[in-house]
């Protein structure tokens, strides 16, 4: 499992905090800064994230801003990626196993580090389920193709 993360000001203690933890697994973690507190643009990383995704680097992406809202508006700009928002556990194992999510966000300023590591291991750990929520998701893929359905 890689694992590339990424974060602005906000979300940049959280996101130390997260890649010190997912190294003690084990994990393979590609870290795409930011690399202090000082003001950044949330949509650049938004975007890093994503793209590291597509090209294959990494399996799953953790994004981290202040609230995890803009960061994920930005990552789910990019086709093929889906970016959700979870301030608790029941989602991030949902959004996998229905949504099959590439990407957590999380907010440095809404959730504390034990809920997030938490979060983050649920998210790594769970399996999309296919089947019925594979069509759904491919539902998905078509409206990025200017489908409709
Ligand atoms: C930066 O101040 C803040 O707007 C950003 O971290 C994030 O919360 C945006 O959605």
């Given amino acids: ?65 202040g609230t995890g809202l803009g960061i994920s508006i930005a990552a789910n700009k990019i086709s093929g990626i889906r970016a959700v ?7 991030a194992r949902m959004a996998r196993e229905h949504n099959n999510a590439n990407v957590l966000t999380l907010g ?4 504390g580090v034990g809920l997030a590591l938490d979060i983050v291991d649920i998210f790594l750990k769970t399996e999309f389920a296919g089947g019925r929520h594979a069509r759904r998701v491919n539902l998905i893929s078509d409206l990025e193709c200017g489908g409709k359905i």
């Fill in 108 to 111: 440095g300023r809404v959730t």
């Fill in 1 to 65: 499992m890689r694992v590339v993360l990424g974060a602005d000001h906000g979300g940049y203690e959280l996101k130390e905090a997260i890649r010190t933890h997912l190294e003690t697994q084990g994990l393979e973690v590609l870290d795409l800064g930011t690399n202090s507190t000082d003001s950044v643009d949330y949509p650049k990383y938004g975007f890093a994230v994503g793209n590291a995704i597509l090209k294959g680097e990494a399996d799953l992406g953790i994004a981290v801003c």
């Fill in 85 to 91: 928002v979870c301030t608790e556990t029941f989602s």
